[in-house]
């Protein structure tokens, strides 16, 4: 509703990917070459079946989920973490462009509507963003996505209470190696109510998944509290082997 208001005041007058002119807003921020480059990049290569990464080859599991059967039933991204797809990505976080969120959102809910193994789902739980992006952001870039995707999916309860991060003076994951990533994160997140997800079939959002340890740690948090299942959904997916 507001974002439709804020469309008729600041009319968006060029594609935010590539800057065609035409009018552009937040239920259309880029134009139709963007999205079909988007879409392409979507079925640019192989992925791994279980949690979605990028493959370099022709393998059915990525090496991390042949060593490890992750946590989660299944993860997926609308895309690679690369060209449009990353772009995108900045736009949302670090240009502060909200408006972007819906598209990315719908984009979310496309992939998990035509998946039959995130099915049934109950409820939709953002990746809790730490308190220092929180800060810098002034916005949860999770929340702001798992909305759109709660509507189109009609999945009425979205909670952003339930999973929480213990707020320490943590470093960002994205300064650490492989392994400070895992120790990091041990401990990191609790559930606060566990009654709010026993039993219920749950869809993680995040934004990126790269080795995807934090989904990883989230879904395990969440089963031990008494989760019945836990699926996955993310923007953007890395490469890797
Ligand atoms: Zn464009
Ligand atoms: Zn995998």
Redesign the pocket.
């Known amino acids: 509703m507001l974002e439709r208001f804020l469309d008729l005041l600041f009319p968006q007058t060029r594609c935010c990917l590539c800057k065609k002119n035409g009018l552009y807003g937040s239920r259309k921020p880029w134009c139709e070459k963007c999205m079909a480059e988007l879409y392409a990049l979507q079925k640019s290569c192989n992925i ?6 990028y493959l370099g080859s022709d393998s059915l ?2 090496q ?2 042949r060593r490890q059967e ?1 946590a989660f039933t299944i993860c997926r991204a609308v895309g690679p973490y690369k060209e449009a797809n990353r772009i995108v990505i900045k736009i949302l976080k670090f240009l502060g462009k909200k408006s972007v969120s819906y598209t990315m959102g719908a984009l979310m809910a496309e992939v998990v509507k035509n998946e039959k193994r995130y099915w049934p789902l109950d409820m939709i739980v953002p990746v809790p963003s730490s308190y220092r992006s929180m800060v810098q952001r002034g916005f949860s870039q999770t929340l702001l996505l798992s909305q759109p995707i709660g509507k189109i999916l009609e999945i009425k309860n979205v909670d952003k209470n339930c999973l929480l991060r213990d707020q320490k003076n943590a470093p960002l994951q994205k300064e650490l190696t492989r392994e400070e990533r895992i120790r990091n994160l041990r401990g990191a997140f609790y559930v606060k109510y566990p009654d709010k997800v026993a039993g219920k079939n749950i869809l993680l959002v995040d934004d990126i998944y790269t080795t ?1 340890s934090t989904v990883k740690e989230c879904s395990k948090i969440l089963l031990a509290a008494g989760a019945a299942k836990v699926a996955v959904i993310t923007w953007s997916s890395g490469v890797g082997l």
């Open positions: 791994c079946d279980r949690c979605g990464k599991l990525c991390d989920c992750p995807g």
